[in-house]
């Protein structure tokens, strides 16, 4: 499973400028009804809020990766976002956040879901590419470095 085949190069912000969690739902949300026509942006915000209740997305380096699940779905979709200034998003290591990645996927689809879960945290373990992330200077080059690693890992 490679991240491209969920990720549009529509659904990359490459300046977040939320200042809260949930600004940040709201914000990578947006960006996946905007890109996915057929997906309801507020209910999008409503599943990744409420999971993130149960929990934080925060899985530490700098990287959160929220998700959820919703009714109806042909198929998984994400957004990602870059915060330079990065937000406090209760993260496993206590620090700010900057780099998140949103899924949403299918109602049953426990085990694509649990695969790109897998796929991009393998992606942003590495220190290079994250920073990498973090000084491209538009969505065209974070797109394409995304793909660049998606396609070496």
Do not use: C, W
């Not at 739902?25 to 057929?38: F, T, V």
């Amino acid at each position: 499973m490679k991240i491209t085949e969920f990720l549009s190069p529509q659904a990359v912000i490459p300046e977040l400028r939320g200042q809260t969690k949930l600004d940040i739902l709201r914000e990578l949300a947006d960006a996946l009804a905007g890109a996915y026509p057929g997906l309801n942006g507020g209910r999008v915000l409503e599943v990744l809020a409420e999971r993130e209740k149960l929990n934080t997305t925060g899985i530490g380096e700098g990287v959160a990766i929220p998700h959820g699940k919703l009714a109806g779905l042909p198929r998984l979709y994400a957004s990602f976002g870059v915060s330079r200034v990065g937000v406090d998003f209760s993260s496993i290591d206590g620090k700010p956040t900057q780099l998140f990645f949103a899924l949403v996927a299918p109602e049953n689809s426990a085990g694509i879901h649990l695969k790109a879960l897998a796929r991009i945290s393998r992606l942003f373990r590495n220190p290079q590419f994250r920073e990498a992330i973090l000084q491209a200077p538009d969505a065209g080059r974070v797109y394409a470095l995304i793909a660049e690693e998606d396609a070496r890992a």
